[in-house]
């Protein structure tokens, strides 16, 4: 994984998750596959292989740079901006 200067303006500790899953499946009737955490605050959201990639629209409205999975015993994380893992 390389660095990449989203990273440095990531809040620490890291944000305290807004709901334990994708609240706008939720209103739509739909499932997520895998859930995104905002590492800017908080946003859950589900992953571009659900129905509604709630993880990149919230990227694209907010320009919150830096997600990381929100699955159990995964540790990465991704920056929209850069397209790569961080």
Same mark, same amino acid.
């Given at each position: 994984?390389?660095?990449?200067?989203?990273? /440095?303006?990531?809040? @620490? *500790?890291?944000?305290?998750? =807004?709901?334990?899953? !994708?609240?706008?499946?939720? /209103?739509?009737?739909? @499932? *997520?596959?895998?859930?995104? =955490?905002?590492?800017? !605050?908080?946003?859950?959201?589900?992953?571009?292989?659900?129905?509604?990639?709630?993880?990149?629209?919230?990227?694209?409205?907010?320009?919150?740079?830096?997600?990381?999975?929100?699955?159990?015993?995964?540790?990465?994380?991704?920056?929209?901006?850069?397209?790569?893992?961080?």
């Amino acid at each position: 994984m390389s660095e990449c200067p989203h990273i /440095a303006e990531m809040p @620490h *500790p890291e944000p305290v998750p =807004l709901h334990e899953t !994708c609240q706008e499946c939720l /209103a739509d009737g739909t @499932h *997520p596959v895998q859930l995104r =955490l905002c590492l800017s !605050c908080g946003h859950v959201g589900c992953c571009d292989s659900s129905a509604g990639r709630h993880a990149t629209a919230h990227f694209t409205a907010t320009g919150h740079p830096v997600m990381r999975t929100f699955e159990p015993n995964e540790r990465w994380r991704w920056c929209f901006v850069d397209g790569s893992i961080v």
